[in-house]
């Protein structure tokens, strides 16, 4: 299995929503990433986990809430966001041996935020 | 400050000719570099690699050349198909230890006509 699989495929929100974002792999890699991508730019890393703990959060603001349940499963959790927060959300997972990181991409949730 | 930067957004090639992806990047530490395609609403598919002790990695028709004196890689696609058109990421990272998150350049929109 090679597959990052994310979950919903596409989301739409109110403003005052609370929803999540899943993301699942069975590669065992341990490390695992969010990334926002708005249209015709890269990737932007939002945040990181590596065996299961935060290493690295790009100060994103709070109604952006990461929680990674085991070394598999990556979830984002979404309240209270903004229009501008519309955008595709990716996964992303990683062997996490901090040599050569290559990043397996799920093909992400499509967020529109009314 | 770009650290990795991908000059063209855009580029049109005939099919069956060959495909020539730009990249420079200035951080020094950089020593691997990546090769992403993206489809819209997709997420990115790793496509090829390369480490700086080697100048050339090729698989199948991707060949990614890689010149460390002047900070430069290129990605060769030959022959290319209609099928190759997708957004192509370049990316480059320290390899090991520190950061070893990849950073993207902003891509390279490539259509290939029958």
């Known amino acids: 299995d090679t597959e990052v699989t994310q979950t919903p495929k596409h989301l739409v929100m109110g403003m005052t929503n609370k929803k999540s974002l899943k993301c699942e792999q069975h590669?065992?890699?341990?490390?695992m990433y969010w990334y926002k991508q708005k249209a015709k730019k890269p990737p932007e890393l939002m945040f990181v986990?590596?065996?299961?703990?935060?290493?690295i959060n790009e100060s994103v603001p709070s109604r952006f809430s990461p929680e990674c349940p085991n070394s598999s499963l990556l979830n984002l959790h979404l309240h209270a966001l903004q229009p501008e927060d519309s955008a595709l959300y990716l996964c992303?997972?990683?062997?996490?041996?901090?040599?050569?990181?290559?990043?397996?991409f799920g093909s992400g949730t499509q967020l529109s935020v009314l | 400050d770009q650290q990795v930067k991908q000059n063209s957004p855009s580029l049109s090639v005939q099919e069956g000719r060959i495909s020539i992806l730009n990249c420079d990047y200035t951080n020094s530490m950089f020593d691997y570099f990546l090769w992403y395609k993206k489809y819209p609403a997709e997420g990115p598919t790793f496509l090829i690699s390369i480490s700086s002790i080697k100048d050339k990695n090729e698989d199948g028709r991707f060949t990614v050349f890689l010149n460390k004196s002047a900070k430069h890689l290129s990605l060769h696609i030959v022959p290319s198909q209609p099928g190759d058109s997708a957004v192509y990421f370049c990316a480059a990272s320290p390899g090991t230890g520190g950061s070893y998150i990849p950073t993207f350049g902003r891509g390279t929109s490539l259509i290939v006509h029958p």
């Open positions: 986990y590596s065996y299961e703990k935060l290493s």
């Open positions: 992303a997972s990683s062997l996490g041996r901090g040599l050569n990181e290559k990043l397996f």
């Open positions: 590669m065992g890699h341990r490390a």
